[in-house]
C-alpha cells in the first residue's frame, strides 16, 4: 500500500484538501482527530495528560481543556515536548491499527494527515509527499478567526511549525489554497491521476 503524507501549517486549509481526497474516495488518517479522541473524557491520554500538568487542566465534562493546555505548552517549549512524548507514541499506535487494516482490506492508497509530518519524521513512512499552502498574510487572517486565537499564539505555531518554503521544497506536490476551492480541487485530481497511471 501506497501512503500520501499530507501536512500543511496552520489556516492552510488542509482539512479542506484531506476532505477532497476522501471525496476522490482514499481513506485517511487524520492525527489531528486522534489527537482530540485521546484527549477526550474518556481518552487514553487523558489520565497522563492530568498527571504531567496537573487537574486545572480538566474541563468540566472530564475531557482536557486544550485551550488552557495549548496557552501553556506554546509559551513553554519543555512542557510541548513533555505533551509530545505522552501523545505521539499513542497517536503511532492508533495509526498503525489504521493502516493495519487498510492492509487487511488490500487498499492500494492511504492518506497520512498530519500537521508536524516533516518534524516528526513521519514524512519516512510516506511515498508521496503533499504540503498544502497559502500566503502568511491569508494564514493569519484565517487563524485569528478561530476560537482562541491571538496573535502571540499564532506566531509561537508558526514559529514552531517548519517553514513553508522548507515543507514545498521537500513536497511532491505543493497545493495552494489562495487561488480557490476549484482550482485547489482541480490541481489535486490532476496529481492524483498522475499517481494512480
Not at 481518552?43 to 501553556?72: E, H, Q, Y
Request: with cysteine; hydrophobic share 40%.
Amino acid at each position: 500500500m501506497k501512503i500520501i503524507g499530507l501536512t500543511g501549517s496552520i489556516a492552510s486549509g488542509k482539512s479542506t484538501i484531506a476532505q477532497m481526497f476522501r471525496e476522490s474516495g482514499l481513506p485517511v488518517h487524520d492525527a489531528d482527530k486522534a489527537v482530540h479522541q485521546l484527549m477526550s473524557a474518556k481518552g487514553k491520554a487523558t489520565p497522563l495528560v492530568l498527571a504531567a500538568f496537573g487537574d486545572d487542566m480538566r474541563a468540566s465534562d472530564g475531557s482536557i481543556n486544550r485551550p488552557a493546555l495549548g496557552k501553556k505548552i506554546f509559551s513553554d517549549p519543555q512542557a510541548r515536548a513533555s505533551l509530545e512524548a505522552i501523545l505521539h507514541p499513542l497517536v503511532y499506535q492508533e495509526r498503525n491499527s489504521f493502516f493495519a487494516e487498510l492492509h487487511r482490506a488490500r487498499k492500494s492508497l492511504a492518506v497520512l494527515d498530519v500537521p508536524l509530518l516533516f518534524e516528526t519524521g513521519s514524512d519516512e513512512k510516506c511515498d508521496y509527499l503533499v504540503t498544502v499552502w497559502a500566503p502568511h498574510r491569508l494564514l493569519r487572517q484565517r487563524a485569528l478567526q478561530r476560537a482562541y486565537m491571538t496573535e502571540e499564539k499564532f506566531a509561537a505555531i508558526i514559529t514552531a511549525q517548519l517553514p513553508q518554503s522548507e515543507k514545498i521544497r521537500l513536497s511532491d506536490l505543493a497545493l495552494p489554497t489562495g487561488l480557490g476551492r476549484a482550482e485547489s480541487r482541480r490541481r489535486l485530481k490532476k496529481w492524483l491521476k498522475k499517481i494512480k497511471i
